[in-house]
């Protein structure tokens, strides 16, 4: 898969520009993984760190935080925090009528790195709500900061089709394509980026890896959290809009993309994955989708009574490609729902021979992409004993366990890549256009209608159809 290589290396220096560097987001994801990078020497040795947000700190105040972040996430420090928490600096405030002080503080940073090289690359994250990414934007344009930067979004990227494109129009304005680095985690998750392995080393999956073998891919996301605590966010966006056309579509893409023609050219695979989500056909609400909403919903404070709002979503997507094409992509997410997971699921279609009407379970592949990842294999063998009977079992690999290997966090890998210029695993505007085309349907009039289903079971009964004559093969 794609690496730092000859080809992308690290630059010699390195400013981070955190926006957003007290919020929620910034502290449990953004400043841990940043602490992880460096400590497994994916940085130059020369990087800064600058903390941007409206709180009144200073860089004590800033630098505490980062340590109070980094211990809660890990548990640890690096061993050489005493030096990593030296490098953390803040700036008061940013908008596009005001710099504050991040111009003048850049400028002194850049003298601190001038003996390192080339001129430091200067990256900006943005860990603030989708509204701030407009005046942000062109707040860099208009106080120079864009130039030769790069800037990483968070999603998501648009809520509709229509946001999508006026946010876009507006970066452009102000960045080339090759400077917006638009962040979706899920792809930075060790499993998702295994499967580049998983497909193009190993013949016994390669080769099944088409309509030809394939009867169904499953990606199921339950979750069993509420939304309590984000209630507003929620009431506002739904587990449609949240999930689907941002993780679950992307997480398709990758799954069912063709072979790139060079693997470790980030280009190559890009232009992989943007070709087969431009195939997404646009979902059919009334046939290929079921929403709900688990009972008490509309019982959490913030929540209107009459609320109509999507906690759970299924979705049958079809993928007109020749190598998928009749092959329905089943996609599911939820809150409230009866355990956690991550999950891909290829079901494989029965073989033929003596024993194709004696099998009753399918073989899978399957992928966890949760924490560090897993793959299983779901066989038949022979059920131990005199007769010719038949049972189901499932062989894992932990990826975890695999000699030598040290995952990353997805942040983290993330990270990495936006440094040395990889956008392999980020999306495109191509990309999320395509996606938002395919999701546009469920933002109309013919939007069902969210069905009720029970905190702690797997999402409404009218869910089931959709997966037949097969099965939701988690948790079912």
């Not at 990087?47 to 709180?55: I, S």
């Not at 999930?243 to 990758?254: C, D, E, I, P």
């Not at 890009?270 to 008490?296: I, M, N």
Request: charged share 25%.
């Amino acid at each position: 898969m794609p690496t730092t290589n000859e080809l992308r290396p690290l630059p010699d220096s390195v400013i981070v520009v955190l926006y957003g560097a007290t919020g929620d987001l910034a502290g449990r994801m953004v400043l841990p993984a940043l602490a992880e990078v460096h400590e497994r020497d994916l940085t130059p040795a020369n990087w800064r760190l600058v903390g941007c947000a409206r709180d009144d700190l200073d860089d004590e105040g800033f630098r505490r935080r980062f340590e109070e972040s980094v211990s809660r996430s890990r548990g640890s420090l690096p061993d050489d925090w005493s030096t990593v928490r030296e490098r953390a600096r803040y700036a008061k405030g940013f908008s596009e009528d005001d710099p504050g002080t991040l111009p003048q503080l850049l400028q002194e940073l850049r003298g601190e790195l001038a003996g390192s090289g080339s001129e430091p690359l200067v990256l900006h994250f943005l860990a603030v709500p989708p509204a701030a990414f407009g005046p942000i934007t062109r707040g860099l344009g208009a106080h120079g900061l864009a130039e030769g930067a790069r800037v990483v979004y968070e999603k998501p990227y648009g809520t509709s089709l229509q946001s999508f494109e006026e946010l876009d129009a507006l970066v452009k304005e102000v960045l080339d394509e090759e400077q917006v680095f638009r962040i979706d985690h899920f792809l930075g998750k060790e499993a998702v980026q295994s499967i580049y392995a998983i497909r193009f080393a190993n013949q016994l999956f390669g080769s099944e890896w088409s309509k030809e073998s394939v009867e169904q891919v499953q990606i199921d996301v339950p979750e069993d959290l509420d939304v309590a605590n984000r209630a507003a966010f929620y009431e506002a966006t739904g587990a449609a809009l949240d999930m689907l056309v941002t993780h679950l579509f992307q997480v398709a893409g990758q799954v069912a993309m063709d072979p790139p023609a060079d693997l470790r050219d980030p280009d190559s695979v890009l232009d992989a994955r943007e070709e087969v989500l431009k195939s997404f056909r646009p979902l059919d609400p009334a046939r290929d989708v079921v929403l709900g909403q688990f009972d008490g919903y509309t019982s959490i404070d913030g929540v209107p009574a009459n609320s109509v709002q999507d906690t759970f979503v299924a979705a049958r997507l079809w993928v007109d490609t020749d190598r998928w094409r009749g092959v329905p992509f089943l996609l599911r997410t939820g809150k409230r729902m009866a355990r956690k997971d991550q999950r891909i699921t290829l079901v494989l279609r029965p073989p033929e021979g003596p024993l194709m009407d004696e099998l009753h379970e399918p073989n899978t592949i399957e992928i966890g992409f949760a924490g560090d990842g897993e793959v299983i294999l779901g066989i038949t063998v022979k059920t131990p004993g005199p007769d010719l009977t038949f049972s189901s079992g499932r062989a894992r690999l932990d990826l975890d366990d695999v000699p030598g290997g040290e995952p990353l966090s997805a942040y983290a890998s993330l990270i990495q890549d936006a440094l040395v210029g990889d956008r392999s695993l980020f999306t495109t505007a191509e990309g999320l256009r395509a996606a938002f085309t395919a999701f546009a349907p469920l933002q109309g009039p013919d939007r069902p209608t969210p069905v009720p289903y029970a905190p702690g079971s797997w999402g409404p009964q009218e869910a089931r159809r959709l997966a037949e004559p097969r099965r939701w093969m988690l948790g079912e």
